[in-house]
T-cell receptor, first 114, second 113 residues
Framework: GENVEQHPSTLSVQEGDSAVIKCTYS??????FPWYKQELGKGPQLIID?????GEKKDQRIAVTLNKTAKHFSLHITETQPEDSAVYFC?????????????FGQGTTLQVKP | KAGVTQTPRYLIKTRGQQVTLSCSPI?????VSWYQQTPGQGLQFLFE???????NKGNFPGRFSGRQFSNSRSEMNVSTLELGDSALYLC???FGQGDEKLFFGSGTQLSVL
């Protein structure tokens, strides 16, 4: 079935290091790939997204890269800070409609150690 | 512009009761989606509303229902609550039916005892 697989499930880095989270998707027709950040007690917040007509998008310390051939996309956070600690979700549009507008990965808990 | 507003933030109910959760989308957004979030299952799609009509529905039992009003505000209802319904219920709004960019509220944390 269709799904979005996200790795790793947990990631611990030292402050200032880079963090990379990777997702793979199954529907080759998918053309929109967002990343969400969820802090404790809050809902997921859209932090960056990319459409399939570009291979990379950057916004300050975060970037997303897309490899349509391999059907995977990644979130890159550089110069990590303690406030980057959160759960990150990738998502992609599903093929079938009974999974909503987006199907989400299982999440990555990022811990940035000061 | 105000974000997505969900009320209440917390709810404690007992088995067999019913509950109604409310969601006000971002002004101008007409599509509202509901998700259930649990530690084991992640984000699971419940349903989506646009122009007061349910457009899509996830694989949840009929005890889960919802509606959307003419001002785009939405409610979801869970009847005959079960322990397994304990979860964070998230509402997300988007501009139109075909718009995949979702903006989430802070959710309603439901605990069923």
């Amino acid at each position: 079935g269709e799904n979005v697989e996200q790795h790793p499930s947990t990631l611990s880095v030292q402050e200032g290091d880079s963090a990379v989270i990777k997702c793979t998707y199954s529907d080759s027709a998918s053309n929109y790939f967002p990343w969400y950040k969820q802090e404790l007690g809050k809902g997921p917040q859209l932090i960056i997204d990319i459409r399939s007509n570009v291979g990379e998008k950057k916004d300050q310390r975060i970037a997303v890269t897309l490899n349509k051939t391999a059907k995977h996309f990644s979130l890159h956070i550089t110069e990590t800070q303690p406030e980057d600690s959160a759960v990150y979700f990738c998502a992609a549009p599903p093929f079938s409609s009974n999974t909503g507008k987006l199907i989400f990965g299982q999440g990555t808990t990022l811990q940035v150690k000061p | 512009k105000a974000g997505v507003t969900q009320t209440p933030r917390y709810l404690i109910k007992t088995r067999g009761q019913q509950v109604t959760l409310s969601c006000s989308p971002i002004s101008g957004h007409r599509s509202v989606s509901w998700y259930q979030q649990t530690p084991g299952q992640g984000l699971q799609f419940l349903f989506e509303y646009f122009s007061e009509t349910q457009r899509n529905k996830g694989n949840f039992p009929g005890r889960f229902s919802g509606r959307q009003f003419s001002n785009s505000r939405s409610e979801m209802n869970v009847s005959t609550l079960e322990l397994g319904d304990s979860a964070l219920y998230l509402c997300a709004s988007s501009f139109g039916q075909g718009d995949e960019k979702l903006f989430f509220g802070s959710g309603t944390q439901l605990s069923v005892l």
